[in-house]
């Protein structure tokens, strides 16, 4: 028996639409699937170290720049609405707790328990001037479509947020 | 009544935190055995019986009262893929 699959991309790196990635993926993984997440563009954010961010963006004036404002981190994403300047989202991090409810890091930590596997894109990480060293160790992969699109062929569930 | 082999509290938990719960509460149970899991989040009358179909666990009853749930789980005595030889230990 072939076991179920699903793939999702993670495309943006706002913390709403990760928490909503990570919820399907845990409870997909709970339930048997394999689950496969690929990380590209603003989604490559949620992977980020939090330290040495600007220090270790590489390769030229223009990434170094792009690095200084482009600010990535588990803990550091902002709300896809009602950012208004970290405090909507702090207002939304505190609801999450008073409601018991795992931050993003815990989710992610949940996943990677339950076996999610993570896919970081190549070709975005070369463009924001990323290092292996700048992502978590949690990566397991570094690839590019074609390793997506091999996963998502033999995927009932293919999802892109 | 059912009488339950474990008991989960999920009380105050959104999904998917029930679900992971139940899947790691279930690692301790041998095949056969039930397991309870109390909630109060709505979803988790629709979710629970979702993931036993997904995954082959027999779902038992589920209980309400005053906006909490019971709900009784039965782990798979069929085996197969994954878990199968240390459940085949167990189960023998």
Request: with cysteine; net charge positive.
């Amino acid at each position: 028996m072939t076991k179920d699959k699903m793939t999702l991309i993670l495309f943006s790196g706002d913390l709403d639409k990760a928490l909503a990635g990570f919820n399907l993926a845990t409870a997909a993984a709970s339930m048997g699937m394999e689950v496969v997440i690929f990380y590209t563009f603003w989604g490559l954010n949620i992977l980020r170290k939090e330290k040495n961010q600007t220090r270790s963006a590489s390769g030229g004036l223009k990434r170094k720049l792009f690095g200084m404002i482009n600010k990535g981190g588990v803990n550091k994403l902002p709300l896809s609405r009602f950012h208004l300047a970290g405090l909507g989202t702090k207002m939304m991090k505190q609801l999450m707790k008073e409601m018991k409810f795992p931050s993003l890091y815990e989710l992610m930590k949940l996943a990677k328990s339950l076996g999610v596997k993570f896919v970081a894109c190549t070709t975005t990480m070369g463009m924001m001037g990323l290092t292996k060293d700048d992502l978590i160790p949690e990566v397991d992969e570094y690839a590019g479509a074609a390793t997506y699109l091999a996963n998502a062929q033999e995927s009932k569930i293919n999802l892109f947020l | 009544m059912i009488k339950a082999d474990a008991e989960l509290d999920c009380l105050g938990l959104y999904c998917p935190m029930p679900i992971a719960k139940t899947v790691e509460k279930m690692k301790e149970l041998k095949p056969g055995e039930i397991l309870a899991i109390l909630a109060d989040d709505e979803g988790i009358k629709s979710d629970i019986p979702a993931w036993c179909q997904a995954t082959g666990n027999e779902l038992l009853a589920i209980q309400e009262e005053n906006g909490k749930y019971r709900i009784f789980i039965r782990k798979k005595r069929r085996l197969n893929g994954k878990m199968g030889m240390s459940g085949l230990r167990l189960y023998l």
